[in-house]
């Protein structure tokens, strides 16, 4: 009989015991995995198996992150006795068949492994190479399987790592020489498709554990492993002060008789305070008082305190909140600022210098183009405590925005900052006219380094450059417009079809923002708004005292509705339409649009936790929503770069573009509209800019 390759549904509880017996056969080589990363892997449609005779002799668990247009391939494994009937051919291209709409699929292995040959049989190529870490230090081969899209997407992503910290019970299990009986949870963490994903990082209440180890053999083995971690040091002082507040929320909301004494309570709440103080968000622990405190840790420190499963099995959503944390800009603490003449020799300090760009040499830099005959813009931002954060220096050159200097501080935000500062460059280019971005600063800060490739960044003439594609139309019109931005660059043209699938489209419009290709598969969405959640969010209607453009309309946002579905996809674009308020003037007009990233369906306190870092709802406030609602649920819209049209788009103007083009809409809840219509209100409202 022909080998049948089946998609596991979580419910499928025979198919996934089998696969998960079938990767227990194989830990050596592909790592540990726990039975409910199987499921979950399972109910995301993340598993195959491939069947023969009624038997299981083969499987692939794979990954969609939300955020990443490829597949995460964790694990390939065929029965050995069942090898050479080409079922890892057959699972692969299924994988392919399912998911074309992704860029390929990526894939980890062990150099000494040798199946090198057997990776290329299967089309893989190889892509870069990274450290394990594993006790031996093995190397990690990176394979890459292409799915034929566009070229120009090669190397454009940034897998920015979600670091963990982990207390001295996680690190035995990991480090040990003499692991416990529960270290198997643990050691999941090394298993080699997370190497380049997540990153553990040591703090220095594990270095006091360390020391108090008893066995002196032990104690060095330890010590010795540790030294193989990120290394964290965050100020003491304010560790201390977290600590105190942490330890009494624990005791007002536990009580004292469910845990320890202070003094062994604070030796735990310290990873805690660590973590919150260096700027981290994940806090791995198997110690049941750490997870029975896990709330108290979030309120007071705004730290996840997870077990290691949840790592394996949630790695996307806990790097996305840690990573990007848009909703700590929403206030109006952060300000820009031209840098004030002779102030030069203050950034030092600040900004990290290297090579011929060190010491007063970046002074004297910034210096020269102060007073160079080209006009430069010299922008700073600084931090409520007016700390310079960030320093970017710009001028126009032709079509080309230039930006000489792109730095970040070292700052708890530093990442949220870097991405913003990208998007507001795109923003400041499309409206000096340039069709190019390009950033010549030699020694640009690793943080915005990272996310430019995000946002369609590549590597050219030793800096990194950006193709600014102001088009809304066909695949036809945007692929001439870049084609005359790639000519500015030098670059080879890029041919669009028509029909792109939603997923590759979103792509191209994320890359070649402000590009909007209109006869693509990727839908759009009318979205009605209440004015005071759009003056949250977007400062429209705007208040007395407005936030700047620059920084209140941070990158990624969350929006709350009624549970029930209206067709809602993913990717999408949305449109907003401002609702009426208490006044005319309030509402009744579309005033900006953003590009749908992720829909889900849940109970509100479970929504709140999961989306907190992006948004303005408070919990209470996701609830009354849910109580509205007859399923007792809310469903929660993760959008990102949002435009605020120049010009709103109001009511009337709404219904007469519908009305010209034979269509039409609701305004009573989420609807899906046209293409045609979406590209109407795009242009009427950047219509005279």
């Known amino acids: 009989m022909a080998i049948k390759i089946v998609p596991v549904a979580e419910a499928q509880a025979e198919l996934v015991d089998a696969a998960v017996a079938l990767g227990d056969r194989y830990t050596k080589t592909l790592g540990l995995l726990t039975p409910p990363a199987y499921r979950t892997h399972a109910s995301e449609g993340g598993l195959l198996v491939a069947v023969d005779d009624g038997v299981v002799i083969g499987y692939a668990l794979f990954g969609l992150p939300k955020r ?51 990776w290329t049989s299967l089309g893989f190529v190889p892509r870069g190479e990274v450290r394990g870490r594993g006790r031996d230090g093995e190397t990690l081969d990176g394979w890459w399987l292409d799915h034929g899209h566009l070229d120009l997407f090669s190397g454009m992503e940034s897998e920015a790592l979600l670091v963990v910290t982990v207390d001295h019970g996680v690190f035995a299990d990991l480090r040990g020489r003499v692991p416990a009986g529960e270290a198997a949870e643990s050691q999941a963490l090394e298993a080699g498709w997370l190497t380049d994903l997540v990153e553990i990082a040591c703090t220095p209440q594990l270095h006091h554990e360390l020391r108090d180890i008893a066995d002196t053999t032990e104690r060095k083995h330890q010590r010795a492993a540790s030294q193989g971690l990120r290394q964290v040091t965050p100020d003491a002082d304010a560790v201390a002060v977290r600590s105190r507040e942490l330890l009494q929320a624990a005791r007002t909301v536990v009580g004292g008789n469910d845990l320890p004494g202070d003094t062994e309570l604070l030796r735990r709440l310290h990873y805690v305070a660590e973590t919150s103080c260096a700027g981290l968000q994940v806090l791995v622990t198997r110690d049941p008082v750490l997870r029975q405190l896990a709330d108290v840790a979030w309120n007071i420190a705004r730290v996840k305190v997870v077990t290691p499963s949840v790592v394996t099995m949630h790695v ?18 952060f300000r820009a600022g031209e840098v004030a003449p002779g102030a030069e020799a203050e950034l030092i300090a600040f900004f990290n210098q290297s090579g011929d760009d060190s010491g007063s040499g970046f002074a004297r830099r910034l210096q020269t183009l102060a007073g160079d005959t080209v006009v430069w813009h010299r922008e700073l931002l600084r931090d409520g405590q007016g700390r310079p954060v960030a320093l970017y220096v710009w001028a126009m050159d032709g079509r080309t925005l230039t930006v000489p200097v792109l730095r970040t501080a070292a700052h708890a935000l530093e990442e949220t900052l870097a991405r913003q500062m990208l998007f507001l460059l795109k923003r400041l280019g499309r409206d000096c006219g340039a069709q190019v971005v390009r ?29 600014l594609v102001d088009a809304c139309g066909t695949a036809r019109e945007v692929e001439a417009v870049a084609g005359e931005a790639a000519r500015e660059l030098g670059r080879a043209e890029t041919a669009l079809q028509a029909d792109l699938p939603a997923g590759v489209a979103g792509v191209v419009e994320r890359v070649w923002w402000p590009a909007k290709v209109m006869d693509s598969q990727l839908p759009s969405f009318l979205v009605p708004i209440e004015p005071r959640w759009s003056t949250e969010l977007f400062n429209v209607p705007a208040t007395l005292l407005p936030r700047s453009d620059e920084l209140g309309i941070s990158r990624e946002h969350v929006y709350y509705r009624s549970s029930g579905r209206r067709g809602e996809s993913v990717p999408a674009r949305l449109l907003w339409y401002v609702s009426k308020g208490s006044s005319h003037e309030e509402g009744q007009m579309v005033v900006g649009c953003s590009r749908l990233d992720e829909v889900v369906i849940d109970q509100p306190d479970a929504l709140h936790s999961k989306f907190e870092h992006l948004g ?28 605020i049209f120049p010009r709103v788009v109001p009511l009337r103007r709404l219904n007469s573009l519908a009305g010209s083009l034979g269509l039409q809409f609701s305004l009573m809840s989420l609807s899906k509209i046209s293409n045609k219509l979406f590209q109407a209100v795009y242009e009427e409202g950047h219509r005279g800019t």
């Open 316 to 333: 996307d959503e806990l790097r996305q909140a840690q990573m990007y944390r848009p909703a700590d800009l929403m206030g109006t603490e």
């Open 439 to 467: 950033v010549s600063d030699p020694f640009p800060s690793p943080a915005a380094k990272a996310a430019a490739g995000d946002d369609g960044f590549f590597e050219h003439e030793g800096g990194l450059a950006s193709l």
């Open 68 to 118: 990443s247009p490829y597949v995460r391939l964790a694990h390939l494994c065929v029965a050995e006795e069942h090898r050479g009937k080409g079922a890892a051919r057959l699972l692969v291209e299924e994988i392919r068949r399912r998911h074309r709409d992704r860029l390929g699929i990526k894939a980890k292995c062990r150099r000494d492994y040798g199946l090198s040959e057997m």
């Open 616 to 643: 303005v709802y408070g919990r209470e406030q996701v609830r009354d929503i849910a109580r509205k609602d007859a399923s007792g649920r809310a469903m929660a819209l993760r959008f990102s770069d949002t435009e």
